[in-house]
């Protein structure tokens, strides 16, 4: 399991593309040079998110620190690194910044969407950078980028709507359950008082008027047909 919410559980596969053809389809790009565009572009946007929400960028180093914070690694001079490294406080943790977004935020949110989106854009470029832009990596990569950028596009959209039918139904539910309970008190209600009646000796019809006459029931016709329908029970 990757990931879960009141919606839906996330289990990862893995795909495989078979040619750069696919993920021109899949993006939707005329030209294979605009993917690479297109990831840059997209790897920024969730980097935005990210900083927005008070997280660092997916693949930024950052020092965790002891009450479960952030901040930035220090980008340390060459020749000032020994002294850094000896200044140091230990234990000293670090995380990518995926890693650490993934951890701390909610499964689906739009920071956890914005990590995982925005560190498989950083590593398909990197893997481009580096001329394997036709390994099986870079297909399975894009692929999953188009399904994540798809699934939150849908939440972000339809979520809310279907939380609220689970909420609305949920009191439907609940509100039908207790006027039913209310239904069958009230009906127990009237029979019991019938019942003394028919015990002090009146006759099932007087006892129904005389029940309503009291508030009991809808009217003397209805608690006589009450009864005759719970008289075995009785």
Not at 160 to 175: D, E, F, H
Not at 202 to 222: F, L, P, R
Request: contains cysteine; charged residues 30%.
């Amino acid at each position: 399991m990757a990931a879960e919410d009141e919606l839906s559980i996330l289990h990862q596969e893995r795909t495989r593309l078979t040619s750069p053809e696919d993920i021109r389809k899949f993006l939707q790009h005329g030209e294979e040079t605009s993917i690479w565009s297109h990831l840059q572009s997209f790897a920024d946007s969730c980097d935005e998110v990210l900083t927005g929400n008070g997280f660092p960028h997916a693949m930024q180093t950052v020092q965790v620190l002891s009450d479960d914070s952030w901040e930035p690694v220090p980008k340390i001079p060459k020749d000032e690194l020994k002294a850094w490294l000896k200044a140091l406080t230990f234990p000293y943790k670090t995380e990518l910044g995926f890693v650490y977004t993934s951890r701390k935020t909610r499964d689906f949110s739009d920071a956890w969407y914005a990590a995982q989106i925005g560190k498989l854009c950083r590593e398909v470029m990197h893997h481009q950078e580096n001329g394997k832009s036709n390994s099986d990596f870079i297909f399975e990569a894009i692929y999953r980028i188009g399904s994540l950028k798809t699934d939150w596009e849908w939440r972000r959209n339809q979520k809310p709507n279907v939380l609220r039918g689970i909420t609305t139904k949920k009191g439907a539910s609940s509100g039908g359950e207790a006027a039913a309970r209310q239904g069958a008190r009230k009906i127990n209600e009237t029979l019991s008082v019938m019942r003394k009646l028919v015990d002090s000796g009146m006759t099932i019809s007087n006892a129904a008027t005389t029940a309503y006459k009291k508030g009991k029931g809808k009217s003397s016709v209805a608690n006589r047909q009450l009864w005759y329908r719970h008289r075995r029970k009785l």
